[in-house]
């Protein structure tokens, strides 16, 4: 009878779905899989974060926009993630004298950006997770190997025990240095290229003093500086998460105490009281910068077995605020997609042609921004490189 095919179908597109990767698209992903119905195991490599006493990686906080807000509002949690983060109306420019100006991102609006802790949204995604009984959450499991066509895995955990398992669907959540991307570079059609840029980034802190912010809280706050920059996301802690970007070279010749607290007192006067020198030279010196990269693939699907999705996809250098907001957005046209309910090969097929050109554009055009937030104001750039020569 009609009831018992429908089931029948139900059932057949009921899958075992593997997603690797739970950060922040891999969570949201494993919510819409389960939401479909879905069995979904899903696998992380780092312990469950909502235990860790140190999270290990990158960015604290992030700029969330229109793109993340709207995948979050489909899984029911934008107003759960809205209520704790700080809104950005603007950028606040620091210039070499310590003198602030405002851009606003859309006074007529009034729309803005939203300061997120990185912690704080992926435990808000995960803790969503653990509501749906076909949801199964695997941490500290490593993608040691996998081969898509037969939809089986490898996992690693810390005891270096290996972990079979098996999926109809692979989806690669695993971010910019994919193992899932990694098997499907190795098939025949896969387009592939990654781009490393000559700057790395480290992160700093300007505490909270007296229980209050010490920079106006409503701001993306960015000290342009041509060859390199510097910019400041408020935290609910009312310490702002301040990330300095700069040519590696640049980093290399700052050896010293010394050469820091002056490379500071040149470029970056005001930020240096309100993140303290000994603060500086601690948080300065602790960490190597990182390393930024910029990947272009496609297809982003396997016939009707694997998938990747996010920075696995398409990562891209930070500047343009959209790497997990385009990551989100993925899960947004996949689930629009899937909701179709076309045969799997076809409507992966559907995502990878519907979503890679934006995808490439997106990359470009955080590109571009690295390149105009660092030029806002070129005129500094020669007082700076007379001061390089002098170290
Ligand atoms: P990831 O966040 O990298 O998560 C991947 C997960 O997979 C991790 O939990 C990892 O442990 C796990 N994993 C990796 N390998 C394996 C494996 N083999 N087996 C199992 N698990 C594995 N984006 C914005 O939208 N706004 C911003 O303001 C912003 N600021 C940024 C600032 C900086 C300095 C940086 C570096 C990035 C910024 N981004 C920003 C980009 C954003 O961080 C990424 O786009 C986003 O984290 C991508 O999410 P993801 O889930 O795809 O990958």
Redesign the pocket.
């Known amino acids: 009878d009609v009831n018992g095919r429908q089931e029948a179908g139900d059932e057949r597109r009921r899958r075992r779905v593997a997603v ?9 992903a494993a919510l819409n899989f389960a939401r479909m119905g879905n069995h979904v195991d899903l ?4 312990e469950d ?1 909502r235990h860790a006493l140190v999270v290990q ?3 604290i ?5 229109q ?2 807000r709207r995948a979050l509002a489909a899984v029911g949690l934008e107003e759960k993630v809205l209520a704790t983060a700080i809104p950005m109306r603007g950028r606040m420019l620091h210039n070499i004298k310590g003198m602030t100006s405002v851009v606003l991102y859309d006074p007529c609006n009034n729309q803005c ?1 939203y ?1 997120v802790g ?1 912690r704080q949204l ?1 435990e808000v995604l995960l803790d969503a997770c653990d509501k749906f009984p076909n949801i199964q959450c695997h941490f500290e ?4 190997a996998a081969n898509l066509r037969e939809g089986s895995m490898e ?1 690693r955990n810390p005891k270096e025990e290996v972990i079979s398992a098996g999926a109809d669907l692979i989806v690669g ?8 991307r990694q098997q499907l570079v190795r098939l025949p059609g896969f387009n592939y290229s990654q781009e490393y840029i000559e700057t790395g ?1 480290l ?1 700093l802190c300007i505490p909270s003093k007296l229980g209050d912010f010490q920079m106006p809280a409503n701001y993306l706050h960015i000290w342009p500086r041509d060859s390199f920059m510097m910019i400041a ?1 408020p935290n609910q802690d009312k310490s702002f998460t301040v ?1 300095l ?1 700069m040519p590696f070279e640049v980093f290399a010749k700052i050896q010293s105490k010394e050469q820091l607290l002056e490379f500071f007192r040149t470029n970056f006067r005001d930020a240096l009281p309100l993140i303290g020198e000994e603060q500086l030279i601690k948080d300065f010196f602790k960490t190597r910068p ?1 390393h ?1 990269v910029s990947i272009k693939c496609r297809p982003y699907h396997y016939a009707d077995k694997a998938l990747i ?5 398409h ?4 500047y ?9 957005e993925d899960v947004t046209l996949l689930t629009g997609i899937l909701d179709k309910q076309l045969p799997l090969d076809k409507a992966l097929a559907q995502f990878t042609e519907s979503r890679w050109q934006d995808a490439f554009a997106i990359c470009d055009l955080a590109m571009y921004n690295y390149v105009e937030m660092r030029d806002l104001t070129k005129r500094w750039s020669f007082r700076l490189r007379k001061w390089l020569d002098t170290l």
């Open positions: 690797v990767g739970a950060g922040l698209v891999g969570s949201l696998y992380e490599y780092r974060i990686g990158r960015s906080n992030l700029a969330l926009s793109r993340g950006l300061s990185r992926n499991h490593k993608l040691t996992f959540c695993d971010g910019a240095f994919s193992s899932v980034y992160e996301l990330t970007s990182q930024l999705l996010g920075d696995a996809a990562a891209m250098v930070p343009y605020g959209q790497g997990m907001n385009a990551g989100m």
